[in-house]
């Protein structure tokens, strides 16, 4: 950021939101892991954090944080740009 326009608290303020997500996530993910039965299969159980850190992590950050549309517009524009380069 040194000798940009882009200052420290703008990097901090677009990597708020994702970091509070993921935490979140985490925080979620430690209070449940200890539920899951522990004769599961390691890879079962692998699979159960999994799903969950990544429903409250997309959860927090698109609904709770707001950030869906944001989302929407980006893959949408991602999308288009792939089929434009495509041809």
């Given at each position: 950021?040194?000798?940009?326009?882009?200052?420290?608290?703008?990097?901090l303020?677009?990597c708020?939101?994702?970091?509070l997500?993921?935490?979140?996530?985490?925080?979620?993910?430690?209070?449940?892991?200890?539920?899951i039965?522990?004769?599961?299969?390691?890879?079962?159980?692998?699979?159960i954090?999994f799903?969950?850190?990544?429903?409250?992590?997309?959860?927090v950050?698109?609904?709770?944080?707001?950030?869906?549309?944001?989302?929407?517009?980006f893959?949408?524009?991602?999308?288009?740009?792939?089929?434009?380069?495509?041809?």
């Amino acid at each position: 950021v040194h000798g940009t326009v882009v200052r420290l608290r703008d990097v901090l303020l677009v990597c708020s939101r994702p970091l509070l997500a993921a935490a979140t996530a985490a925080f979620v993910t430690a209070i449940v892991a200890p539920m899951i039965p522990e004769h599961s299969s390691r890879l079962l159980q692998l699979s159960i954090e999994f799903s969950i850190v990544l429903f409250v992590y997309l959860f927090v950050l698109l609904y709770v944080l707001g950030q869906k549309v944001f989302f929407l517009v980006f893959i949408s524009s991602v999308i288009r740009f792939k089929s434009r380069t495509a041809l």
